[in-house]
């Protein structure tokens, strides 16, 4: 009694009630909400990837690492564990103090420690950059329009309304068919996600 906070008391506890429900659930305090919020902006600073703690060996794991960015470049693939960052050991820490460390002023250097299944643990130096995040491509291939969405962010929504009428013009209005490809999308915006869904429905239905 008296050696923590209670604001340190009632995060550890909703952290571990939360953390029983599954991979993809967690409480943010508002410092962490701020941070999620800056996220499905679109543009932050950092490595590009998406992360979470890995309950079982209690370390980062990456969920996954945004098309184009500082992370994707250097090979980071989703799945990966990130046990050190610049040699200080991270296992135990919780996500906070993950992301404190692996963000920093662009143009300076990061060194993550990985540990990929099948192989020996490894170092990895990347530099970190501004990340925007272009949340929607798209393509048209044989009368079929292809959208790839990355994230779900705040401009989701009207990225994917003016792929779509891109790949209706570039088609003559004679599209057979469309492809959503969430791939590796590690999700973000609820309401954005519901307004893809109801894009896609809408304009099929209209065409």
Do not use: C
């Not at 130096?125 to 949340?135: D, L, N, P, V, W």
Request: glycine residues 8%; aromatic residues 6%; charged residues 25%.
């Amino acid at each position: 009694p008296g050696t923590l906070t209670p604001t340190t008391v009632t995060e550890a506890a909703l952290d571990s009630m939360i953390a029983t429900l599954d991979p993809h659930s967690s409480y943010l305090n508002p410092e962490e909400y701020k941070d999620s919020r800056l996220v499905t902006s679109g543009e932050f600073g950092g490595l590009g990837i998406e992360i979470n703690m890995d309950q079982k060996y209690k370390v980062i794991q990456i969920i996954s690492p945004i098309a184009d960015t500082p992370a994707d470049k250097a090979g980071l693939k989703a799945g990966d564990l990130i046990t050190h960052v610049d040699g200080v050991s991270i296992k135990g820490r919780d996500v906070r103090y993950a992301v404190k460390m692996l963000r920093g002023k662009p143009n300076t250097d990061v060194r993550l420690t990985i540990q990929r299944q099948g192989i020996r643990p490894f170092d990895v130096t990347i530099t970190r950059a501004i990340i925007q995040i272009e949340s929607v491509k798209w393509q048209a291939v044989e009368g079929v329009g292809v959208v790839r969405i990355t994230h779900f962010i705040s401009d989701s929504e009207q990225a994917l309304e003016k792929a779509l009428q891109k790949i209706f013009r570039k088609l003559n209005y004679k599209m057979s068919g469309l492809v959503l490809d969430l791939r590796n999308n590690p999700g973000g915006l609820l309401d954005q996600s519901v307004a893809v869904a109801a894009v896609s429905y809408t304009h099929l239905r209209a065409h």
